[in-house]
């Protein structure tokens, strides 16, 4: 199983809403005892112990397919994790398939492995009136949403670790969702 965290790598970005797939992945690296490494002159950060391997992308997130056609075996599965306006903070879904629903770095990852992935959203909720969406992805969280974000990447972490595990898609994503 290879997990996708996507985000935008460097100082700037960390902590930003449009970085809840890095902030996962990394949640999830932690609880698995794994450490994400970058290699040289790789275009991202990897983990892998045993068949799990978590990747974070480090071509911004508009570009996060660019690395994954180098690293994604045929029939392999494969779960991507993102940030999703249409989720309030602290809310994720989880869901096979389907499109790119507007988000540029699924975009790019279905341009370069086809749509037939498992995605894990994390909720940033939506713009303030008067705020651009590319203002609002890039922004850091108040304290409030940013507590409700910490608590929904646990879960997401959570999930994929019962995905990995061998539960049912159907139950996970249930529980998750509601």
Same mark, same amino acid.
């Given at each position: 199983? %290879?997990?996708?965290?996507? @985000?935008? *790598?460097?100082?700037?970005?960390?902590?930003? #809403?449009?970085?809840? @797939?890095?902030?996962?992945?990394?949640?999830?690296?932690?609880?698995?005892?794994?450490?994400?490494?970058? #290699?040289?002159? !790789?275009? +991202?950060?990897?983990?892998? /112990?045993?068949? /799990?391997?978590?990747?974070?992308? /480090?071509?911004?997130?508009?570009?996060?397919g660019k690395i994954a056609g180098d690293i994604v075996r045929t029939g392999e599965p494969v779960i991507? %994790?993102?940030?999703?306006?249409?989720?309030? *903070?602290?809310?994720?879904?989880?869901?096979?398939?389907?499109?790119?629903?507007?988000?540029?770095?699924?975009?790019?990852?279905?341009?370069?492995?086809?749509?037939?992935?498992? #995605?894990? +959203?994390?909720?940033?909720? !939506? *713009?303030?009136?008067?705020?651009?969406?590319?203002?609002?992805? /890039?922004? !850091?969280?108040?304290?409030?949403d940013r507590k409700l974000v910490d608590e929904a990447e646990e !879960?997401?972490?959570?999930?994929?670790?019962?995905? +990995?595990? @061998?539960?049912?898609?159907?139950?996970?994503?249930? #529980?998750?969702?509601?």
């Amino acid at each position: 199983m %290879i997990v996708f965290g996507l @985000g935008n *790598p460097g100082a700037k970005y960390s902590g930003t #809403r449009h970085n809840a @797939g890095f902030e996962t992945v990394e949640k999830l690296a932690a609880r698995k005892g794994m450490k994400l490494r970058k #290699r040289c002159l !790789r275009l +991202y950060r990897k983990a892998v /112990l045993d068949d /799990l391997t978590l990747v974070e992308p /480090l071509t911004f997130m508009n570009s996060s397919g660019k690395i994954a056609g180098d690293i994604v075996r045929t029939g392999e599965p494969v779960i991507v %994790i993102v940030d999703q306006m249409d989720l309030p *903070p602290g809310k994720i879904r989880i869901k096979r398939g389907g499109s790119s629903a507007g988000h540029n770095g699924l975009k790019s990852m279905i341009a370069a492995i086809g749509s037939d992935f498992i #995605r894990v +959203y994390i909720g940033i909720g !939506r *713009p303030s009136e008067g705020v651009s969406v590319i203002d609002h992805v /890039l922004s !850091r969280y108040n304290d409030e949403d940013r507590k409700l974000v910490d608590e929904a990447e646990e !879960r997401a972490a959570d999930a994929i670790i019962s995905l +990995y595990e @061998g539960e049912a898609f159907e139950r996970v994503a249930q #529980r998750a969702n509601s």
